[in-house]
C-alpha cells in the first residue's frame, strides 16, 4: 500500500516531517542514555551539519517519495522557495556558462565560510540550485573542493534529467568549485584578514 500516491505533495511533505520528527524524538532518548559519563563537549550537538549530513537528509527526503513525478513536483517547491537573486547580480559575468537555461551564482564569504546566492529563470533549475546552495553554502574552501556532487548519483537524478539539464548541473557545480578554489587561491596570496566579507571576482573564475 502506498500511502504517497493518495496525498497531494503538501500532504506528502507534512507527513514527512511529521515522520522525521518522531525519528529525531527516539534519537534524542538514545543520545540522552548513550551520553552517560561523557564529557560535556560530546554531547553538544553542532548548529551547522557537516556535508555528509546534510547529504544524507537529501537522499533521505528524495527516498520518501514513490516515484519521479513526485520527486520532480518536490525539485519544483524547492525553486519555488529559493529567495530570488537582486537584478544587479544577474549579469553576464556571474551567469554560469553550459546551461541551457539562465543561471547566476554570486558568491561571498563571511567569517571564513562561502556563501553562494544563485538564482534561474527556469523553475526546475532553480529546484536544482536550492539543492546545490544547501549542500555547498556556508563551508569552508576546502569542504567545497572535496566534495564531489556524488549524492545526485545516489538519487539517479542525472538519469531523470535531459541531456541539456544534466550537463547544466555539472556546470553549476563546476562553477561552484571555481569560486571555492578561487578563494583558496586569494588566501594563499594575501594571508590577511581572512575573515572580512569578501565578494570573489567572476572575472578571475574565466
Known sequence: MYICQRLDLGAVIELKLSRTAGMEKSALRFQSIDRAGKPYYIGRMSNIDTIDQTTQEIVDEFAFFDDWVQRYEYIIELGKALPDLSDDKKDDAHRVPGCQSQVWFYARREEGRIHFDADSDA?????????????????????????????????????????????????????????AKAFRDEDAKTASNPDNVVPINPEVLT
Open 123 to 179: 523553475m526546475i533549475v532553480r529546484g536544482l540550485v536550492a539543492l546545490l546552495l544547501r549542500v555547498y553554502s556556508g563551508r569552508t574552501s576546502q569542504e567545497i573542493i572535496s566534495t564531489p556532487p556524488a549524492f545526485f548519483e545516489v538519487l539517479e537524478l542525472g538519469s531523470h534529467l535531459s541531456g541539456s539539464r544534466a550537463n547544466g548541473l555539472h556546470a553549476m557545480v563546476t562553477r561552484i568549485h571555481a569560486y
